[in-house]
């Protein structure tokens, strides 16, 4: 009975930390850089791996990096300042104060994937290896990053009573949620279906779709993505602007897993495919 009782206490709810820095030294670290840092490296050494596999030198990726990720933290900051300008009016320095958490997704993706063509252009990289390469590496990335959100205590849920519910400070409950202790944890619920999109990339969608050109397997990471980023937005309660009642980031997600869904179609159409040796089974 007390080991019934002990299993119930700790399943009843997670708890969320107490602070988003690391004091090391004189040093602090904010909790939300360093998940966002591992999540670059993981990033890198997963599409080294996938680059190498299309004949390409791994190093390459490195250069690629270099241009892509600045570009990609500016775009996600400035996606997340223009969609939710009203939190910065008459405060617009603090636009950039990245470390207190504010990326958007879409921002970092298009930020990331122009400074990736600028540098595959001017290197003569292969796009559409590149875009194969990045494919389940940038989900990767997400999951990782995404757990800055927990440390920051943003971006959860509705309050529920579920045995995984994620227990939030008063000082980050929105108005109206005062009285709610426990929230979804829709960080988690996001980093899970990351790396749910990382398998099907890397092992589903070349068994389910053949003939997808290499280029294209970018698209299916965007469409599996709006699928799991739609119902999730979905159960989020932080302020968003919203048109026609209904959240921004909804109406994106709806827009931008069409467009992907297109090019899947378009990528997959011809039965010709680019020579690819054993790059299907590399992880």
Known sequence: MMTLSISSALLSSIPSPSSGVLDIG??????????IG??????????????????HDPDDIATVATWA??????????YHVIT??????????????????????????????????????????????????T????????????FG????????????????????????????????ETFHPTFLYEALWNLAVVAAVIWVVPRVLPNLR??????????????????????????????LGVRLNVWTSIIVGSVAAGLIWYGNRSRSRQPEASAESVT
């Not at 494919?135 to 995404?146: C, D, E, K, S, V």
Request: aromatic share 14%; with cysteine.
């Open 26 to 35: 004189p040093i602090p670290l904010r909790a939300y850089g360093i998940c």
């Open 38 to 55: 591992l999540g670059v490296i993981a990033a890198v050494l997963l599409s080294q791996r996938r680059w190498a596999s299309c004949g």
């Open 69 to 78: 990720v600045p570009a990609g933290v500016v775009g996600g900051r400035l």
């Open 84 to 133: 939710d300008n009203q939190r910065f009016r008459g405060q617009w320095l603090d636009a950039f104060k990245i470390w207190e958490g504010g990326l958007g997704v879409w921002g970092a993706v298009a930020g990331g994937a122009v400074g990736a063509y600028v540098v595959a252009k001017r290197r003569g990289y292969d796009l559409g290896d590149l875009f194969y390469a």
């Open 135 to 146: 494919a389940p590496a940038i989900p990767l990335a997400q999951a990782i990053g995404r």
């Open 149 to 180: 959100n927990y440390f920051n205590q943003e971006l959860f849920g509705r309050p529920t009573d579920v045995p995984w519910a994620l227990e939030i400070d008063p000082a980050h409950r929105p108005t109206g949620y005062e009285a709610f």
């Open 214 to 243: 290499r280029g294209f397997h970018f698209a299916a990471y965007v469409f599996l993505y709006t699928i799991g980023r739609l119902w999730i937005e979905l159960m989020r309660i932080d302020s968003a602007n919203k048109v």
